[in-house]
């Protein structure tokens, strides 16, 4: 019987490429109760793309070109998949960049940086809530009418006055796409199946979030989850009932949750600091190796009589 199920697991474990770097964390599969999939970059590809360049109506810094000039600017210092989608559009419109100096990221909430004597700042909605700043209602009623569903929004804003709603001024938005993958649908399908709950945590907003939930029928959802927040969800999950966490994520800001499920399962694509912090690799990307871990797993460790 060994062989038979060496064969099986090996079979099993190469089929989406597998890779197991931690046996106890490979155990733990087979008792999962709950698995959090991170949204950015593990449901979907990562691969952001700008879609949209909308300049607050009357603004003086009226043109697309002008204002994604400006962001451009500010995120050519930032490694953020969003940084990199607006930097890469400038460049293909040989948009000329200012240097920008003082940059600091503003851990999922965007990034700011002084460009051409101007403190500019790329924020999230959150951000934006944060700060008291009011949108214009010509602006959001732009961005529901230009921007496709469940893109990602993030508003360039001009805080050489200050940060107070009174002093900071919206220079427009922007909206990026990102593509669900296709084989999610099923992974999550699979899991569900097999009567594990499925749910998914990203720092992204919770309209973003719930629109990207919806299409895979994932109906719990924690949104704009910060960074050092990610591994207080996995704490509070398994603190219900003794509740068994996996966590499938790629990203820097999933390492910590990684390490803290009793599964930590990376996305192969992902950042070194993700892979490093999981039990298990999935080397092709394809979240269905969630479920195929925990039939691996079953069958490995599954008592022999
Ligand atoms: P996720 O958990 O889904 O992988 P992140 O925590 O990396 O997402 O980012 C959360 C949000 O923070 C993004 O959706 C974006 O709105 C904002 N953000 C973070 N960094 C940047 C940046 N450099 N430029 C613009 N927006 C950013
Ligand atoms: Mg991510």
């Known amino acids: 019987a060994i062989p038979l199920v060496a064969q099986l697991t090996t079979a099993i474990g190469a ?3 597998i890779l197991v770097r931690d046996r106890a ?5 087979r008792d999962i109760d709950v698995v959090l999939f991170d949204k950015t ?6 691969k952001q793309g700008l879609v949209r360049v909308v300049p607050t109506p009357g603004g003086a810094d009226a043109g697309e070109d002008a204002l994604l000039a400006l962001a451009a600017s500010v995120e050519s210092k930032s490694e953020h998949p969003i940084a990199r989608a607006i930097v890469d559009a400038a460049r293909q419109k040989e948009l000329g960049l200012d240097p920008a100096t003082a940059f600091q ?17 790329m924020a999230s909605a959150r951000l934006v809530t944060e700060r008291g700043i009011r949108l214009d209602p010509a602006l959001i009623h732009g961005a529901r009418e230009l921007a496709p569903d469940g893109a990602t929004l993030v508003y360039l804003i ?15 938005m922007f ?15 699979l899991l569900r199946k ?16 719930n629109w990207v939930a919806g299409r895979l029928g994932i109906t719990e959802v924690f949104a704009e989850v910060l960074p050092g927040q990610k591994s207080d969800v996995v704490a ?3 603190a219900e009932g003794s509740k068994r966490v996996a966590m499938v994520g790629d990203g820097v800001n999933d390492a910590p949750a990684l390490a803290r499920a009793d599964l930590g399962i990376a996305i192969g694509a992902g950042t070194d600091v993700a892979i490093e912090s999981a039990g298990v690799v999935l080397a092709s990307s394809d979240p269905r190796g969630v479920a195929d871990t925990i039939t691996l797993s079953r069958a490995s460790y599954r008592k022999m009589l």
């Open 15 to 17: 089929r989406r490429g």
């Open 236 to 238: 509070r999950l398994q």
């Open 175 to 189: 909206a990026l796409a990102d593509t669900i993958r296709p084989e999610s649908v099923e992974a999550v399908a």
């Open 41 to 46: 970059g593990t449901l979907t590809t990562g």
């Open 105 to 121: 990221s503003l851990a999922g909430r965007g990034a700011t940086a002084t460009v051409a004597g101007r403190t500019l700042t």
């Open 25 to 29: 964390a490979l155990e733990e599969a």
């Open 158 to 172: 001009d805080e050489t006055a200050g940060t107070g709603p009174e002093e900071a001024r919206v220079l427009g």
């Open 194 to 209: 097999r009567g594990i709950r499925v749910a998914m945590l990203t720092g992204d907003s919770h309209e973003v979030a």
